[in-house]
């Protein structure tokens, strides 16, 4: 009897261990999260439109109608990454979500303050490799640093009624997402033939 | 040996229970309660917790990031009846301040539901308001006056309230800092 009771108590602390495990370890097994779901219908370091939110999109679940979305996959093992978003009228909106969907930095128009969303996005060693003197710091590019070398960029602009869609929509495919061409040498100095 | 595989088991048969239930119906931690509405504003930071994450990777979800907005979903109306697309519910009030929201209408899995207006929310630049302010949404099968959100008959939904460009977010504690629309179920045929 306190055999079978002790054998019920140390199933339920194992129990505990296996939820731990299986808690942190879905994440990395999920094959329907968010990433794994844009990853067969978006290119790689490019911008791609979404489907707009509609009964028969099962994308994603949760989606707002009331957006136009599209997505930058973005793998800066080649460099890091130029984005440029130009903003609507109403509201636009940059998010950027790790591989395995952690949202990490978002930024919308108005925090953003110009008429274009501009951002450098590297990884935090590419960040470390940057020169000094570099025009990129200097000027009021933002740097956004990637915790990983894969993942998500969200672009969103808001319909602030349905007959704006098309407006919202030609902004995002007007927007731009690339591996900078010209990968700055590191050791190289002097101000490099930019722009 | 007998007593060893029924260890074994009863600590897969608890563990993975507990995370099937963890991950599809979420946890209290970081859960901002309003009314009828419940909001996770750390889901959309890098402070995540692990059984949030769990949640999103299961359910393909993307969270909305912290600097866009905050997410508000509500399953039920302010007595707690589960929202029921053949009553009419009403959404009326005010929303916390936020530079624009919108209010979509989603089945249970978080999609769209189909109606023959092609209605699924409202923004808060199309919605009619009275004169302090106020607006009044109305939910229902058959058409109404106003503000009319069509649910198509089906008999559980849920509601979203997004606020983009808001302050409302980790540190938001309390009613008052984020005053939520009521939710009111005024008739069932």
Known sequence: MIRLLFTIIAGVLLGGVVHLVSVLALPRIASQDAYSRLTPITKLNAVTALPLAEPGNTLMPFMDPAFATAICRYDLSGGPIKLAVPVTQSYTSVSFYTRSDVAYYAINDRSAGKKVIELDLMTEDQHADLPEDEDVTAADRLIIDSPASTGLIVLKALAAEPGLMPQAQAALAAASCKVQSEPAPPKQSGPAAKR | ?189
Request: net charge positive; proline share 6%.
């Open chain 2, 1 to 189: 040996m007998f007593t060893t595989l029924l260890a074994l088991v009863l600590a897969s048969v608890v563990g993975l229970s507990a995370t099937w239930m963890t991950a599809t119906r979420g946890t209290n931690f970081g859960t901002l309660k309003i009314g009828a509405w419940t909001a996770r504003p750390k889901t959309g930071t890098a402070d995540v917790d692990p059984y949030s994450r769990a949640s999103i990777a299961r359910s393909g979800d993307l969270p909305i990031g912290q600097g866009d907005g905050v997410s508000f979903l509500a399953n039920t109306d302010d007595r707690k009846k589960p929202l029921d697309g053949r009553c009419d519910v009403v959404v009326s009030g005010v929303t916390p301040a936020a530079r624009f929201w919108t209010l979509t209408l989603y089945d249970l899995k978080g999609h769209l539901v189909a109606n023959a207006l092609q209605r699924y929310g409202f923004t808060s630049e199309e919605i009619i308001r009275g004169a302090d302010g106020a607006f009044e949404v109305r939910i229902a099968s058959r058409s109404r006056a106003g503000n009319w959100l069509p649910t198509g008959g089906i008999e559980r939904y849920a509601l979203m309230l997004r606020l983009y460009d808001t302050p409302v977010g980790v540190a938001t504690r309390t009613p008052r800092d984020a005053p939520m629309p009521t939710i009111a179920t005024v008739g069932c045929p």
